[in-house]
């Protein structure tokens, strides 16, 4: 009988809740409004000969890495981030090889680790979910082959420093360390100027966050151009679709309506942290477009929570099952009245599950 390989067989089924999502969602750290109007209406004025053509990447792969102060030569635009990691794993990881990430982050890093056969070996971050450098480092080998670090971390939106990253990245010279940078607007600082000095470094971009794009798959990796030809070896020549190529062009022009959402989420992340402050809420401070907040101490308090706010027709993601976050949601944030809605269905849910609880609040 046919069977699927060894490594395949142990990865473990990933199941996001994507059905049925009508209401606000701040489920999946997606932008809440929408793409840039530029985009749709150039989708409006797509031909039947622009579908009818394999999509020819290299002239947007071109606009995109002048965008990012890149060469051509170093970025490669790929479906999703997902696919960049995807591409990383094939590219680098054999049966036996090590790779490391923290604990908790994003999913995708173990799947494709394991299914490339590689040991997936995490690392829980500190207190407060602090980067732990000193503890990734003494984990290095010579087996380790791929770091994966998603910075700002989801889903603690919390950091690593420059340096640290920079650290890690030099006492590993014999891996490949990616940057996940899926929410770098949000946060500001980036990887992407080390990359000359740091022949191991990679890092990664998305249209699918900020740009309001998830639905056109669309991601960068950048990397020391001798890597990129390696990755690009194992790369789909129309691995981005034409449609999606046809609106990457277009939502980097319009860096305005880019500036105005991400202002817009910023104000309310801080909205939302104040009022966690003076509801005695635990958080973490975060520097994406969400935060992750306990609502109680085990997995039937964060449902309830997430049922509640569902009830309200506002999704919210249930982080319980993630190491060190028993009884916590993540929120994503959207602008203006976005937040106000967040804001006002929080306090009465927040109530409803304390008195279920049996906890008392101020
Ligand atoms: C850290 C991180 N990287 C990558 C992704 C997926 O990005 P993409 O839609 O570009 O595949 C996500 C989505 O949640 C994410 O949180």
């Given at each position: 009988?046919?069977?699927?390989?060894?490594?395949?067989?142990?990865?473990?089924?990933?199941?996001?809740?994507?059905?049925?999502?009508?209401?606000?969602?701040l489920d999946f750290n997606e932008n809440t409004v929408g793409c840039s109007p530029r985009v749709l209406e150039k989708l409006q004025r797509l031909t039947a000969d622009d579908l009818t053509k394999y999509p020819e990447r290299h002239a947007v792969e071109t606009a995109v890495a002048g965008f990012l102060k890149v060469k051509a030569a170093e970025t490669l635009l790929t479906n999703g981030v997902d696919e960049a990691i995807h591409l990383l794993c094939?590219?680098?990881?054999?049966?036996?090889?090590?790779?490391?990430?923290v604990a908790p982050t994003y999913s995708m890093y173990r799947i494709y680790g394991m299914a490339a056969g590689a040991n997936v070996i995490s690392v829980p971050l500190g207190k407060n979910f602090g980067f732990p450098v000193t503890e990734l480092k003494q984990r290095v080998t010579s087996r380790t082959r791929l770091i994966a670090i998603a910075n700002p971390n989801n889903p603690t939106g919390t950091v690593a420093t420059c340096d640290q990253l920079l650290e890690l990245v030099r006492a590993a010279p014999n891996a490949a360390v990616l940057v996940d940078e899926a929410y770098v607007e949000f946060y500001g600082q980036t990887m992407i100027e080390y990359r000359s000095d740091?022949?191991?470094?990679?890092?990664?971009?998305?249209?699918?966050?900020?740009?309001?794009?998830?639905?056109?798959r669309v991601g960068v990796l950048i990397g020391n151009p001798e890597q990129m030809s390696a990755v690009r070896l194992v790369c789909s020549p129309y691995n981005v679709n034409a449609v999606a190529l046809a609106s990457v062009p277009e939502a980097i022009r319009d860096q305005s309506y880019l500036a105005e959402y991400v202002g817009g989420v910023l104000e309310a992340r801080g909205r939302l942290q104040n009022w966690l402050v003076l509801s005695g809420i635990e958080f973490w401070r975060s520097e994406a477009n969400f935060v992750l907040l306990r609502v109680g101490s085990s997995k039937a308090d964060s449902a309830r929570f997430v049922e509640k706010m569902r009830l309200r027709g506002i999704l919210v993601r249930d982080r319980s099952s993630d190491h060190g976050c028993e009884g916590c949601v993540r929120i994503t944030l959207g602008p203006g009245e976005h937040a106000d809605r967040l804001l006002e269905a929080l306090p009465s849910v927040i109530e409803e599950c304390s008195i279920a609880q049996g906890v008392s609040r101020r």
């Open positions: 009988m046919l069977s699927p390989k060894e490594s395949v067989r142990a990865v473990p089924a990933y199941h996001p809740p994507l059905a049925g999502r009508d209401g606000l969602r094939q590219t680098y990881l054999g049966p036996g090889d090590d790779v490391l990430i740091s022949a191991n470094l990679f890092v990664a971009r998305t249209f699918s966050k900020a740009y309001g794009m998830a639905g056109l």
